[in-house]
């Protein structure tokens, strides 16, 4: 399948910080997806971009789809406590989802 | 009401044994899947079935063996489990295959000693 690269790996958050992740990707994709994953559950989907370009907001999530379809990123603004996961970017052509390795966001401590 | 569930949540084995891992969804999706996710924590699909036929196989050994008796069910059979074969396995269903949005399973966490 095609490789996403997923950054940060990980992160650590206080409580009121605005937090950035993005993905990148050799291959074009027809759409970004972000998904956040909670422990011991499966994922969830967060956020969906069909355009080159798009800006989609939800809540305090924003995602962008980026010019070239091989990039998003996603922002949480003013995080709270229950923002701590492990949130996936996946990229879909086709019927097929291919995953980025995830960044892991965790409360400091 | 669970979406998407399976069965068990925890299997823990030996290698060389057969199992088997059910998965169920309520939502009246046409499309199924299986992921692995590694230690590392990296979501992989395996299958995927639409209305009970084949339509996903990625390079899996042929040691596994994906079963889809109706359109809500798909079900997972590993033959001569090995210690790689330790994950959490992930079944999902999306209401076509081109839907974007999947709804997971909670995970079935497999580990073979």
């Known amino acids: 399948g095609q490789q996403l690269n997923q950054s940060p790996q990980s992160m650590f958050i206080q409580e009121g910080e605005d937090v950035s992740m993005n993905c990148t990707s050799s291959s074009i994709f027809n759409t970004w997806l972000w998904y956040k994953q909670d422990p011991g559950e499966g994922p969830v989907l967060l956020i969906a971009l069909y355009k080159a370009g798009e800006l989609t907001s939800n809540g305090r999530l924003t995602a962008q789809f980026g010019i070239t379809r091989k990039d998003s990123f996603l922002n949480i603004s003013a995080s709270i406590p229950s923002d701590v996961g492990i949130y996936f970017c996946?990229?879909?052509?086709?019927?097929?989802?291919?995953f980025g390795a995830g960044t892991t966001v965790t409360v400091r401590a | 009401d669970t979406a998407v569930s399976q069965t068990p949540k925890y299997l823990v084995t030996q290698m060389g044994n057969d199992k088997s891992i059910k998965c169920e969804q309520n939502?009246?999706?046409?499309?199924m899947y299986w992921y692995k996710q590694d230690s590392k924590k990296f979501l992989k699909i395996m299958f995927s079935?639409?209305?009970?036929?084949?339509?996903i196989n990625e390079t899996v050994p042929n040691r596994f063996s994906p079963k889809s008796p109706d359109k809500a069910h798909l079900n997972l059979h590993i033959n001569s489990l090995e210690l790689g074969d330790s994950a959490v396995y992930f079944c999902?269903?999306?209401?076509?295959?081109?839907?974007?949005?999947?709804?997971f399973g909670p995970g079935t966490r497999l580990t073979v000693t």
């Open positions: 999902a269903s999306s209401q076509f295959p081109q839907a974007d949005e999947q709804y």
């Open positions: 939502l009246g999706h046409d499309t």
């Open positions: 996946a990229g879909r052509n086709d019927y097929k989802l291919s």
């Open positions: 079935y639409n209305n009970k036929e084949l339509i």
